[in-house]
């Protein structure tokens, strides 16, 4: 029997874990999205549901101390690297105990403590963070890396480019990871992007890149395990591209009239949880009675998370410019 790379090199329970941590962030974007129907949310999200596996399986070797940078569709990265879902929704609900205390919301939650420098509404703007993560672990000494995650949009952004050109000049330790999930928006990669595969871009900097299936977490997992290892021998940067698919529009004001249903079915086939779930059993690292547990577990969760947001303090008027600028020490 072939074995998985996942099943090969991790312990059990990091992937019942890692299970656990995929269905928190489908229950937890599913969550978000039926709060904003019942006008809990304002404003707008952008949800990452069908590409668990990505998220997940980037972030299953990250400690603390390695960061990562993340897009407007990052709710998954958040809680792949250990954020705890109450406070990410206070923090959609705009309420005092979220992680930004309420004044960030959903495209620019970070958690320093955990490694997470944050969300960013600007397409490509995490590049540029990334590599200057990078490039201080590098000055301090320290075997930190940086996972750097960007859609295929950001791709064709001269942020981009800048930052691989500076990360393979510098040999920095970053991982740039591309979520392909085939749309800008509503402009396809095919229409918007001159290589066929955007890890064929790595070349171009002297760094190797590779591009695998998104919804397989083993293929995820060994790609960046690579690069990782390279990262931290101070052999410098490596782009890797994960193909994958979000099953709902760009945004909640997204009419979808760009993708056709079969293609969105035929997407929806591929899951990349239940491909997970299942590959898991067959190893025998759980039974079906203990997945269904963990996605029981998970769903109470988010449950709780919600109703430890509604339950939370809105900030005061008087504290509403906290937080908000930096303050010059003196």
């Not at 998104?214 to 994960?242: T, Y």
């Not at 009675?289 to 008087?318: H, R």
Request: with cysteine; hydrophobic share 40%.
């Amino acid at each position: 029997m072939n074995i998985p790379f996942a099943i090969r090199t991790y312990a059990p329970e990091i992937l019942r874990e890692a299970l656990k941590r995929m269905y928190l962030i489908r229950r937890f974007e599913e969550g978000a999205e039926d709060s904003y129907m019942r006008g809990l949310i304002h404003g707008t999200m952008h949800l990452s549901i069908g590409q668990e596996a990505s998220a997940m399986a980037t972030c299953i070797e990250l400690g603390d101390n390695d960061k990562i940078t993340s897009t407007h569709r990052g709710h998954g990265h958040c809680i792949a690297k250990g954020a705890d879902v109450g406070r990410m929704f206070a923090e959609f609900f705009g309420k005092e105990t979220g992680y930004c205390h309420g004044r960030g919301g959903s495209m620019h939650i970070a958690d320093v403590k955990t490694g997470n420098l944050g969300a960013n509404g600007i397409v490509g703007g995490g590049l540029p963070i990334a590599v200057g993560a990078a490039l201080s672990a590098k000055r301090l000494g320290r075997p930190d890396v940086t996972v750097c995650f960007f859609g295929d949009g950001a791709n064709n952004e001269g942020a981009f480019h800048e930052s691989l050109n500076m990360a393979a000049v510098w040999k920095l330790p970053v991982i740039f990871v591309c979520e392909n999930n085939g749309y800008g928006m509503s402009t396809s990669t095919a229409r918007s992007t001159a290589v066929k595969r955007i890890a064929d871009r790595a070349a171009g900097y002297s760094m190797p890149g590779v591009t695998v299936d998104g919804n397989d977490f083993s293929a995820v997992a060994e790609a960046v395990h690579h690069a990782i290892a390279r990262a931290r021998a101070g052999e410098g940067p490596s782009l890797v591209e994960n193909l994958t698919y979000r099953w709902r529009g760009h945004s909640k004001s997204d009419r979808n009239r760009y993708r056709t249903k079969e293609e969105i079915a035929e997407w929806m086939e591929r899951d990349p949880i239940a491909r997970f779930r299942a590959e898991l059993i067959a190893h025998g690292v759980l039974d079906e009675a203990g997945a269904n547990a963990i996605e029981t577990q998970a769903q109470a969760y988010v449950e709780a998370g919600i109703e430890f947001a509604k339950a939370s303090p809105a900030p005061g008027i008087g504290d509403v410019t906290r937080y908000v600028y930096a303050e010059a020490q003196g």
